[in-house]
């Protein structure tokens, strides 16, 4: 991939005249007639937010998109357009390209005084300057700004979402061509829902006709503050411009039922997510609660640095946002402490030879993301002596179990303990046909509700939406539904891992130890949920020491050899430490599910019955187009990430559901898409498969 473009904060300048001004690209930041004025008169009312009856009347969802945050007048213009206006849609999206963010306290200086509120609520939430996705909630979770920081050539393209709305904004393209190029303008009309309303200030024949080609009929009305002309458009193409159409809502009528297979993490997560957007979620498991992987009284969740921001790196930055996100209100800190990680340097890792050191200063981190401490600050960070440098990371220790059951306990999420769940069908629905007129029809169509059955063909439960979430059974469920004909067994392996748990005070030199440390291995508090749940004395403090990597979890590492592979790599850290494990410790084990490529699979399962009818060139398209089975999802495969990645699963799962604005770029949906693997395989066998029906 290409070196990642950093984000530098935008210092706030001012012109002679005291209106704020950017010295990059040498020009103010709105209309000197006056930004409010210019966000409603050009913007929302461009765009038909303030017709009579509004666009968004009568709406579960409604999107804008926009190029160029600024100073935020226009969002903060709308959303306080959306607060007055008693027939909005029941929620708001607003996604937004930014490269030069300003700092916070530059937006609420900028901000007009009918907007300050507002903008204090904004500038409250401002997430850092780091590239990539950060979605924001206001008023209850009803407005979500998805504040997308990059250069807008590169992001736009790579969005996933649907746009009722476009404000193309910007610097003029005089002074910022690179915001107006055709390109850009291509990307955002990618994105346009049938209908979409287009606003702009600019009506510059460099934008009206690239717009025109895309699929747009222009228009040209009275400017605003003295300029003589303003755009107005509607995507109404007469020919389809595009291969895949972009997200549709889900219909507010829509039956929001689901049931998630697997009480784990990742079945929590998404049990979760959905009932917070007023689903009711049944949860099937025959066992307890948090079982495998997720049995473990608690874990880091933490940011991974590289120098390329590679993938993994990027979706644990989004994945620790979603984990703080999805957090219960009720006992966080009991679940949570998410004062930042330390990652230690080791004498193998690329952190000891200082490529992984450099990446706070290579990508701009700022220090709430991560810095480099030395052994020193590291050791008054964790409250114990340190013997490595390494990198203070956002993040933090959770009490898997005790998450877990929050989520669980949402209102809306139904527990059910059921029968193990041998195969998934469709409801038998004699006068259901689904249509395969188009590729369209196939990514939006609906059918009967998905069935689980035990083995001996009992319905258990049936809902409209199915999510598979039962870790190492999720392969051989797809199998015995038939889901996964002609194709190989998705690669799910199981990985075994020990852990101990110890009183803090048979482990000198880890004996005051208050944040979580990993190297070789790891050393953490337990939280008050994990020691409460594990029925551990309240008054001692405890400590978990982890973890083993085990690949044969028929065959368990003795405990003694556990002990001492994890003793063995947080010695060099720590100091010595106990040859053999105290009295009083306690040993936990749990088998991970970890794919192929150790990245999760959380996203729709394809149709690939209808992907064997869009014929061979299908194979070779990227993953996040394949064509889903309706209300059939995959979360699985979390690996010893699940407490970093689950709550981000969930969030895409829910956004697809619901045709929200995805919380992440189209190559990490890809990225985590359950049908890579399936794909990959036909596409070096470039053929197509049939399906039983």
Known sequence: MSQPVPIHPEPLARDAEGRPYSTRYGDIYASRAGALGQARAVYLAGCGLLDTPPAWAGRAQFVVLETGFGLGTNFLATWQAWLDDPQRSSTLHYVSVELHPLAAADLLACAKPALRDLAQELAAAWPPPVRGLHQLRFAQGRVRLTLALGDVRELLPRLELGADAIYLDGFAPARNPAMWEPGVLKAAARLARPGARLASYSVAGAICDPLRQAGFEVRKLQGYGGKAERLQAAYAPRWRTRRVEPRAALPAAADRRAMVIGAGLAGAACAQ?????????????????????????????????????????????????????????????????????????????????????????????????????????????????????????????????????????????????ASHVHRLQRAPCPGWARSLASEADMTTADGPPWQALDGDGRVLAQAPVCIVANALDASRLLDASGLASGLPRLPLRAQAGQAFIVPAAELGPLRGLRRGILGDGYALPLPDAAVQACGLPAGTRWLLLGATYENDPARPMPAEQAWAEIVGGLQSMVGALPATAPAAARRFHGVRAVAHDRLPCAGPWPDWAALGRLGPAALHRPAYELPPLPGLYLSAAMGSRGLTLAALAAACIATHIEGEPAPVEQDLIAALAPGRFGLRHLARLDHSIDMPA
């Open 273 to 417: 997510a959905l009932a917070s957007r007023g689903w009711i979620v049944d949860v099937l498991d025959a066992g307890h609660a948090a079982c495998g992987a997720s049995a473990l009284p608690a874990g880091l969740a933490h940011v991974r640095l590289s120098p390329d921001d590679d993938r993994l790196g990027r979706l644990t930055r989004a994945g620790i946002a979603a984990l703080r996100d999805a957090l219960p209100a009720a006992g966080r800190d009991a679940c949570w402490q998410g004062d930042g990680v330390l990652l230690l340097d080791t004498g193998t890792d690329s952190a000891s030879r200082g490529d992984a050191g450099s990446v706070p200063q290579a990508l701009a981190l700022p220090r709430d993301v991560a810095h480099r401490v030395d052994a020193t600050q590291a050791s008054a960070l964790a409250g114990v002596s340190l013997h490595r440098p390494g990198l203070w990371a956002a993040g933090g220790i959770a009490a898997a179990g005790g998450l877990a059951q929050a989520w669980l306990s949402t209102p809306g999420v139904r527990r059910r303990d």
